[in-house]
């Protein structure tokens, strides 16, 4: 197992998750609302989030690819999209007229949620915000924002608590550095 470096603990994740999903009852107040999360990284995050809005609420998963070089830690080499994005897995539900929340685990250059929110839009939703646990600002490629932000972190590769890199580490209760990289992805 590489050497991981603890960044953001279970417990200050929980303390974060429970003030956005305290943010997200009183902006939403009263109205349902439909979770569309985005597997698989953001379904841990998803899963603790719906438990802290205690609202009229369902929730659906979308999957996404992107095409490019494998990410990883080693980013000048193999952490490199071409900024092209497809949809794995669509929605199940009708999202037309609802109040849609976005839930994705990371936001990096942006290209995923630029993608994404275009597609969204497009099932003309009554609204749609974006909630994301981590933000890599320093990374962006494109100008989007998420409307509600766990933690904002260095430009690092991260892992744990949904995020994997070549599936692994989901399982982590907390987010964790992962400086090196093992050979291929
Ligand atoms: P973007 O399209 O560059 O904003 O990247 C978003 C996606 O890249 C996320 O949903 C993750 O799947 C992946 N990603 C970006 N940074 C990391 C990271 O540090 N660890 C694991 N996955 C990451």
Redesign the pocket.
């Known amino acids: 197992m590489e050497k991981l470096k603890l960044l953001i603990s279970g417990e200050q994740i929980a303390a974060r998750v429970e003030e956005m999903g305290n943010q997200i009852t009183a902006d939403c107040a009263a109205q349902s609302v439909v979770f569309v999360a985005?597997l698989k990284?953001a379904a841990i995050f998803l899963s603790d989030l719906v438990r802290q809005v205690p609202l009229d609420a369902t929730f659906d998963f979308i999957g996404v690819a992107?095409y490019g070089n494998p990410?990883g830690p080693k980013q000048e080499k193999i952490w490199d999209?071409t900024g092209e994005v497809r949809l794995t897995k669509d929605v199940e539900q009708s999202l037309r007229d609802q109040n849609v929340i976005l839930v994705?685990?990371?936001?990096?250059?942006?290209?995923?949620?630029s993608f994404l929110k275009r597609l969204l839009l497009g099932h003309q939703p009554r609204s749609l915000r974006v909630a994301v646990l981590l933000d890599?600002t320093s990374r962006r490629k494109l100008p989007v924002q998420a409307d509600y932000v766990g933690f904002s972190i260095p430009d690092a590769?991260?892992?744990g608590y949904g995020?994997?890199?070549a599936e692994k580490y989901r399982n982590l209760s907390g987010i964790y550095v992962l400086p090196t990289a093992p050979v291929g992805p």
């Open positions: 985005v990284g992107s990410r999209s994705e685990d990371i936001l990096d250059t942006g290209l995923t949620l890599k590769f991260v892992v995020l994997d890199y």
